[in-house]
T-cell receptor
Framework: AQSVTQLDSQVPVFEEAPVELRCNYS??????LFWYVQYPNQGLQLLLK??????LVKGINGFEAEFNKSQTSFHLRKPSVHISDTAEYFC????????????FGKGTHLIIQP | DGGITQSPKYLFRKEGQNVTLSCEQN?????MYWYRQDPGQGLRLIYY???????QKGDIAEGYSVSREKKESFPLTVTSAQKNPTAFYLC??????????????FGDGTRLSIL
C-alpha cells in the first residue's frame, strides 16, 4: 500500500514570487508520481508525472517537480506564480504493477496574493 | 474532442433514496474509476474497473454500487446504505499498457447533496 503526505494545507505567496509545494510518499514498491491541479467546482487536470528516467520533470503552466528517491519526495515548484495559479494542488502515487487507482494526498491550497 | 462527461453536475437526494451518477468516456480507455472528494480529505477511491463486466472495490465501497456493461460507461449508484453521501464525486479513466502506468483523466464531477 502507498500513502501520500502533503505537508501544507495552505500556501500563501505573492504574485511573481517562487513557490514550492511539498509532497512526501511511502511505499513498499517502486512508484509512479503525479501532480494534479483542481480549480473550483471542476475536475482534476494533470500538471506533470514521473514514471522513470530523469528525476526532474517539467509540466504545464511552467511547473516542474523533482523526484528524490532517498527522501521519498516529489516537491512541485514554479519560479514565478500568477493570480491564475490560485487552485488546489494534489500529489498522487501509484505502485508499480498496481491495478487499482491512485492514492492522493489531502491537497494544498495555493493562494496568490497581489 | 475526447473526454469524460459526468452528469448531472448537481444532484439532490432525499433520505432513503438511491441515486445514480453517470460517467461516459470517449477516450477508448479500458480502465475507469470513481473517487469521492470531501473538503480537506483529498480523493478516496470507491470502485474501479479494468474491463467490461468486471469491477473491484476501492477503499470506501460500502454504500455504493457500480456496473460496467459498456466500455464507455461506468455509472455509480449511491444507495440508501451510504450514511453520509454529501460529497463531490469524480470519475476518471486511463489506458492500461503493459509495463507502464498511464495518468488518469478526470471528468468535471457531480456534487451530491442531501435534502
Amino acid at each position: 500500500a502507498q500513502s501520500v503526505t502533503q505537508l501544507d494545507s495552505q500556501v500563501p505567496v505573492f504574485e511573481e514570487a517562487p513557490v514550492e509545494l511539498r509532497c512526501n510518499y511511502s511505499s513498499s514498491v517502486s512508484v509512479y508520481l503525479f501532480w494534479y491541479v483542481q480549480y473550483p467546482n471542476q475536475g482534476l487536470q494533470l500538471l506533470l508525472k514521473y514514471l522513470s528516467g530523469s528525476t526532474l520533470v517539467k509540466g504545464i503552466n511552467g511547473f516542474e517537480a523533482e523526484f528524490n528517491k532517498s527522501q521519498t519526495s516529489f516537491h512541485l515548484r514554479k519560479p514565478s506564480v500568477h493570480i491564475s495559479d490560485t487552485a488546489e494542488y494534489f500529489c498522487a502515487v501509484k505502485g508499480e504493477g498496481g491495478a487499482d487507482g491512485l492514492t492522493f494526498g489531502k491537497g494544498t491550497h495555493l493562494i496568490i496574493q497581489p | 474532442d475526447g473526454g469524460i462527461t459526468q452528469s448531472p453536475k448537481y444532484l439532490f437526494r432525499k433520505e432513503g433514496q438511491n441515486v445514480t451518477l453517470s460517467c461516459e468516456q470517449n477516450l477508448n480507455h479500458d480502465a475507469m474509476y470513481w473517487y469521492r472528494q470531501d473538503p480537506g480529505q483529498g480523493l478516496r477511491l470507491i470502485y474501479y474497473s479494468q474491463i467490461v463486466n468486471d469491477f473491484q472495490k476501492g477503499d470506501i465501497a460500502e454504500g455504493y454500487s457500480v456496473s460496467r456493461e459498456k466500455k464507455e460507461s461506468f455509472p455509480l449508484t449511491v444507495t440508501s446504505a451510504q450514511k453520509n453521501p454529501t460529497a463531490f464525486y469524480l470519475c476518471a479513466s486511463s489506458r492500461i499498457d503493459r509495463g507502464s502506468n498511464q495518468p488518469q483523466h478526470f471528468g468535471d464531477g457531480t456534487r451530491l447533496s442531501i435534502l
